[in-house]
């Protein structure tokens, strides 16, 4: 982590000072507690008892993995331990060990919230702390989960793929060439044929685990608690679903997010987004999605990620709806809103599902473009993301084809994206033209051919790596026997038309809701997704008032 950016840029920040004022405004969300030297205080994954105030002796932030031992930082009388971990009780990434007799109080992960919220500006404080502390563990791998296997393999890439988009930091190890990676073979006797493994900061070895027992291992994904009423289940970690979990949980309400994929969409996976208000000089959609998901976080929204809703129905004999997710738990809310979004469109080609996961793309992040450095490269849309992946590829391969059916970009992408796309030598468009074939030998893509729709005209270049941003459909497949009315192309039905009494974003279920680009009608755009998603809270709360009471609040000692 002492390589960080983070860490040598905004160290101050990332580990204030307490003054006496401070310490004593926090003094009361917390509980006195003494550590000896020596002794672990937290421990790598396991849940830490919460946020530690040193009051006197100091404390060691290690990174204990591969056989080394390395001091992250030492804090002293008037800091604190944690870091995002620590706001939703998930296992911790490090270790925490007293060096020295400590004092200190534990703020708990509830408490730890209570005081976000009722010390605003010491919360600022300490919520930039634990978010900058994450930052510094993403770009140094410290603390996280650690895959080994080859670095070009579908599943180290899919493995890589989700604990970035899920803002775990990870470490990726090539088992061919790096000298840890192969002691940790040999050390497990694991067969080369079985790669990839992973091992957890807990010291459990899973083999090419999928995504859900990879998120269980490290802590990202609990039980569910099948026996608590939730005032709404929110289906979707996407822009729609953040935001309407971000309102609902500031108003008092009991939430529930849950996604089959990772927090942030679609969205997620832009590049670059310099058309949403507020951000002059833009930001990358995961960038923004990880704000929006830790500012649900300090409101308590409870996450539920990767879990997939299979089937919404009405809770015999009680109030509200029942969501059955996977490995037989349930859901129990007296609201439910679709935010599912869309999945990502593939080309109608026989072998397409040959390279996928390794040759074939859906998302340009930094793993993909390190992957393809300095190579040629397709991208097949026409859209404001396909623009915003070619643009971001620009910078890192030695050519973008940009291949399109329509015969201009200018009916279907933003005019600044086209004028940076002209802009760009290395890429050049080609409207008009399709995929015609893939050619390559097991996952690894050799060739594409692509055909000019108006001549006939084929051609053929040698391109490992393809990317494919042709719209999506609407991920609804899940709604086909829960009663919700579709419409011809699958999209949520809502509002007054379909006999809807409490809002616009009303489904043919009354309590059902949906907004975002799921919804029938919507705005294909994050910041409408946004809206709706805040939109959608006030119905909620018109709903419950009509004799569906929300649970009262627990009575909480301040």
């Known amino acids: 982590m002492s390589q960080s950016t983070a860490f040598t840029a905004r160290r101050d920040q990332m580990f204030p000072t307490l003054g006496e004022v401070d310490i004593e405004r926090m003094r009361r969300f917390g509980q006195a507690s003494s550590y000896a030297a020596g002794e672990l205080i937290v421990k790598a994954g396991e849940v830490a008892p919460g946020l530690v105030v040193v009051l006197s002796g100091k404390v060691d932030i290690i990174q204990n993995g591969l056989g080394r031992r390395e001091t992250i930082v030492t804090h002293e009388p008037g800091s604190f331990v944690g870091e995002l971990a620590q706001l939703s009780a ?17 703020i708990a992960s509830q408490r730890l919230r209570d005081l976000m919220v009722q010390e605003a500006n010491l919360g600022e404080r300490i919520m930039r702390a634990l978010i900058l502390r994450r ?27 989700f604990l970035a988009r899920s803002g775990q930091p990870y470490r990726a190890l090539d088992a061919e060439t790096d000298p840890c990676a192969k002691t940790l073979v040999e050390r497990f006797q694991v067969d ?35 026996g608590k009423l939730y005032d709404v289940a929110i289906v979707g970690a996407g822009p729609a679903g953040l935001a309407a979990a971000v309102y609902a949980a500031s108003e008092g309400l009991s939430t529930i997010v849950l996604d089959c994929r990772a927090f942030g969409g679609q969205a997620g996976a832009s590049s670059r987004i310099e058309n949403y208000l507020g951000f002059p000089t833009g930001i990358s959609g995961m960038a923004l999605m990880a704000r929006a998901y830790n500012q649900a976080q300090k409101f308590g929204v409870e996450m539920v990620i990767p879990d997939e809703a299979r089937l919404l129905s009405g809770a015999a004999g009680m109030t509200g709806y029942v969501l059955d997710v996977g490995d ?60 915003q992946a070619a643009v971001y590829l620009a910078s890192h391969v030695g050519k973008v084809w940009l291949l399109a059916r329509g015969e201009s970009l200018d009916a279907s992408m933003s005019r600044y994206l086209v004028e940076r796309i002209r802009a760009q030598p290395n890429i ?31 051609t053929e270049r040698p391109i490992r790596h393809l990317f494919l941003f042709i719209g999506a459909d609407p991920n ?51 910041a409408a997704a946004v809206g709706e998603g805040a939109q959608v809270v006030a119905a909620l709360h018109a709903y419950l008032a009509q004799g569906q009471p929300t649970a009262p609040e627990p009575v909480r000692r301040i």
């Open 90 to 106: 998930r296992p911790s990434l490090v270790n925490a060990e007293a060096i020295e007799p400590v004092e200190a109080f534990v």
């Open 328 to 387: 037989g738990e349930t859901v129990r809310a007296r609201t439910v809103v679709i935010a599912s979004g869309a999945r990502y469109r593939r080309l109608d080609i026989a072998n397409l599902g040959q390279f996928e996961g390794q040759s074939v793309h859906y998302w340009a992040s930094p793993i993909e473009a390190r992957l393809c450095a300095g190579q040629e490269v397709a991208l097949v849309g026409a859209g404001n993301s396909a623009g």
């Open 476 to 526: 609804t497949d899940w709604l086909a026997n829960c009663n919700v009315a579709l419409d011809a192309r699958g999209f949520v039905r809502t509002g007054p038309d379909i006999g809807a009494t409490h809002a616009v974003q009303e489904t043919s279920r009354s309590g059902v809701f949906a907004i975002g680009d799921v919804r029938s009608g919507s705005v294909k755009r994050v």
């Open 192 to 226: 080369p044929h079985h790669l990839p493994i992973v091992l957890c900061p807990n010291g459990k070895l899973l083999h090419n685990p999928g995504e859900n027992e990879l998120a269980r291992c490290i802590g990202l994904l609990r039980p569910i608690d099948a």
């Open 428 to 458: 050049e468009v080609l409207t008009g033209t399709e995929i015609e074939a893939l050619d390559g030998h097991e996952a690894n893509l050799a060739t594409v051919r692509w055909r000019d729709r108006e001549n006939g005209v084929e």
């Open 135 to 161: 930052v510094g563990l993403l770009e140094s791998g410290a603390g996280g989960p650690v895959i080994i296997g080859s670095l070009d393999s579908g599943d180290v890439l899919r493995l890589q793929g």
